[in-house]
């Protein structure tokens, strides 16, 4: 059943839905790859056996394992450890908000559950307002509204998928534990995720123009089906083919850093113009 929303394009209540890859794909997505390899026991050197001497391995130092601060002491670490994931020069203005792995869990259970997060992520929304063009009585998104989340896409494009995905496993604990505050057993967050990475990419990509119905204070879409969507699927939607492209394929290439199978994943349908 589908979940029922308004289409609100307004700053506050579109845009954010970035922050579901910045802060919550990447500020809790950082261990598997790094960490992996840091706390891995090196494997000892074999014993060689001669005739009257025993040769005993090379002692090889284990680098200790990487203390995590307490969950409600975390942000300084995970700011400093996502910074790391992009060098575009806005992106620091995405880790202004609190208690950044709590933020993360509640926006990643958010949209596994089809709910719009962008009032959690009021700190990435857009400074231009949201434009409509054509006839007033059944306007569409007019292409500035779209373009208003270019620099989003561009960040959300430039993390390292490699990294971010390195990030969630050193981070898990604390994800975990954020996690179970909300009243969830342990263990299951993953696939909590896995559905938030689904419903964003199974996200249409809007290539043709549709009219919207406006309201007092929202616009619905007038055609069915895409009414029909997620609510944060339609907020995704409306930041424009061009920029949900980008966002996906960063999306996909986390996914896969995660060890989901690409063949696993959804492909989005393109929604194109009526050649007649």
Same mark, same amino acid.
């Given at each position: 059943m589908?979940?029922?929303s308004?289409?609100? +394009?307004?700053?506050?209540?579109?845009?954010?839905?970035?922050?579901?890859?910045?802060?919550?794909?990447?500020?809790?997505?950082?261990?598997?790859v %790094? %960490?992996?390899?840091?706390?891995a026991?090196?494997?000892?050197?074999?014993?060689?056996d001669?005739?009257?001497? #025993?040769?005993?391995p090379?002692p090889v130092?284990? +680098?200790?394992?990487?203390?995590l601060?307490?969950? =409600?002491?975390?942000?300084d670490?995970?700011?400093?450890?996502? #910074?790391?994931?992009?060098?575009?020069s @806005?992106?620091?203005?995405?880790?202004?908000?609190?208690?950044?792995?709590?933020l993360?869990?509640?926006?990643?259970?958010?949209?596994?559950? =089809?709910?719009? +997060?962008? @009032?959690?992520?009021t700190?990435?929304?857009?400074t231009?307002?949201?434009?409509?063009?054509?006839?007033?009585?059944?306007?569409?998104?007019?292409?500035?509204s779209h373009?208003r989340?270019?620099?989003h896409?561009?960040i959300?494009? #430039?993390?390292?998928?490699?990294? @971010?995905?390195?990030l969630?496993?050193?981070?898990? +604990?604390?994800?975990?534990?954020?996690?179970?505050?909300?009243?969830?057993?342990?263990?299951?967050?993953?696939?909590?995720?896995?559905?938030?990475? $689904?419903?964003?990419? $199974?996200?249409?990509?809007?290539?043709r123009?549709?009219?919207?119905?406006?309201?007092?204070?929202?616009?619905?879409?007038t055609?069915?089906?895409?009414e029909d969507?997620?609510?944060a699927?339609?907020?995704f939607?409306g930041? =424009?083919?061009r920029?949900v492209?980008?966002?996906q394929?960063?999306?996909?290439?986390i996914?896969?850093?995660? =060890?989901?199978a690409?063949a #696993?994943l959804?492909?989005p349908?393109?929604l194109?113009?009526?050649?007649?």
């Amino acid at each position: 059943m589908a979940i029922a929303s308004s289409f609100r +394009p307004g700053g506050q209540y579109f845009g954010p839905l970035l922050g579901v890859v910045a802060v919550a794909l990447v500020a809790g997505l950082v261990s598997y790859v %790094v %960490v992996g390899r840091q706390d891995a026991t090196p494997a000892a050197e074999p014993v060689v056996d001669a005739p009257t001497v #025993s040769t005993a391995p090379t002692p090889v130092e284990t +680098p200790p394992p990487v203390a995590l601060p307490a969950l =409600g002491d975390s942000d300084d670490l995970v700011r400093d450890l996502v #910074s790391a994931l992009t060098p575009h020069s @806005a992106f620091a203005a995405w880790l202004i908000p609190d208690d950044l792995v709590r933020l993360f869990v509640v926006v990643v259970e958010n949209v596994a559950d =089809g709910h719009n +997060p962008a @009032a959690r992520l009021t700190p990435l929304r857009p400074t231009q307002r949201f434009q409509t063009s054509g006839d007033p009585s059944q306007p569409a998104i007019a292409p500035a509204s779209h373009a208003r989340y270019n620099t989003h896409a561009e960040i959300v494009a #430039s993390i390292d998928p490699v990294g @971010a995905a390195a990030l969630y496993h050193r981070l898990y +604990p604390l994800i975990t534990e954020a996690y179970t505050e909300l009243g969830h057993p342990e263990g299951t967050f993953d696939a909590t995720l896995r559905r938030a990475l $689904e419903h964003l990419l $199974e996200t249409p990509i809007l290539e043709r123009t549709e009219t919207l119905l406006p309201r007092a204070t929202f616009f619905e879409f007038t055609d069915s089906e895409l009414e029909d969507l997620l609510p944060a699927q339609k907020q995704f939607m409306g930041m =424009g083919p061009r920029n949900v492209r980008a966002v996906q394929a960063s999306v996909r290439d986390i996914a896969r850093e995660l =060890g989901l199978a690409p063949a #696993s994943l959804p492909i989005p349908t393109v929604l194109r113009e009526d050649p007649r």
